[in-house]
């Protein structure tokens, strides 16, 4: 009688403001996650707008790769690293993906943002049961925004609508006024340019990352789950006011948002504000999964 492998995957996310690594292992169909680890890089901070990274954002990534190398090579796993919005645009990308390749020996796939949505709505569809929705991953360089029916994408696109491009390209007060936060709903209206126009649909799931900070928020508690969440509509209506305006002092003593989204976590929520708004959203949902998960 054949006995059946176990076959052990790992994937790199290299997003703008943070590197993902989920390390998996697969029996018969069936996947279980044994290591996940995300690390604050910031790759796109100094640079991001204008098409570069910057040299200590590049050490920093280095860096994490580093760290992300041994301990793939404890699991006995080669890394698979995909490079999204940071990367796909910066002029100097190439350096970094050599430097990397020579440190670590990891290949970086470097992909685009329609691929880049693609595989958001794979791993998002594994953890959310309903035929329609609307799917958005905030990331710091991008934000993609997927529209699915019957469980098939109608319409996908990545915007360069990050919090990170956000946070160096305005010069917002702190805590941000309410003309300004009127003044992000209009830009971002400008850059999605008639893309919501004909969406029909009153359902949003967001794809982990800021989301699950949203969820904390409300609940009070650390989000653990391994399928799409409910947020409660009042309370999350709530929670994305006080987060738009809070000051960094509050954002700074408030246990419930990481480190690496305290300065940027208004914008997020500001773009989640807008898009219920825009599509008439009655429902949000959380999912633990995005891209990296898509992408196994």
């Given amino acids: 009688m054949d006995k059946k492998k176990l076959i052990r995957k790992a994937v790199i996310d290299l997003g703008t403001n943070t590197f993902n690594l989920l390390i998996a292992e697969f029996f018969e169909k069936k996947w279980t996650v044994v290591y996940n680890q995300k690390i604050g890089v910031l790759l796109g901070m100094g640079g991001i707008n204008s098409q570069t990274i910057a040299e ?13 190398k041994e301990i793939c090579d404890d699991y006995i796993v080669h890394p698979i690293a995909i490079g999204t919005s940071a990367l ?20 970086i796939e470097v992909i685009s943002g329609e691929k880049e949505a693609e595989y958001i709505f794979k791993g998002v569809k594994k953890t959310f049961t309903q035929d329609n929705g609307v799917i958005m991953d905030i990331g710091g360089g991008s934000t993609e925004i997927i529209y699915f029916k019957n469980k098939q994408i ?10 990170s491009r956000i946070y160096q390209m305005f010069d917002f007060k702190d805590p941000i006024s309410k003309k300004e936060s009127e003044e992000l709903k209009k830009w971002f209206n400008q850059q999605t340019d008639g893309f919501l126009n004909d969406i029909n649909c009153n359902t949003l799931i967001g794809a982990s990352g800021s989301f699950e900070t949203l969820y904390e928020l409300i609940h009070n508690k650390h989000f653990q789950s391994n399928t799409s969440i409910l947020l409660p509509i009042d309370a999350l ?35 989640v504000e807008w898009l219920i708004d825009e599509l008439n959203i009655k429902e949000v949902y959380v999912s633990p999964y995005s891209m990296k998960e898509g992408f196994l």
């Fill in 154 to 163: 109608i319409k996908k696109k990545s915007f360069n609508i990050g919090v």
């Fill in 88 to 107: 796909r645009d910066a002029k100097n990308k190439n350096i970094f993906i050599n430097a990397v390749t020579k440190e670590t020996g990891i290949k």
């Fill in 56 to 68: 200590d954002a590049m050490a920093r990534g280095i860096q994490a790769m580093v760290k992300f």
């Fill in 237 to 271: 209506s709530n929670t994305l006011y006080k987060t738009s305006f809070s000051s960094y002092k509050e954002r700074n003593e408030n246990e419930w948002i990481v480190p690496i989204r305290k300065k940027m976590i208004p914008f997020a929520a500001i773009k």
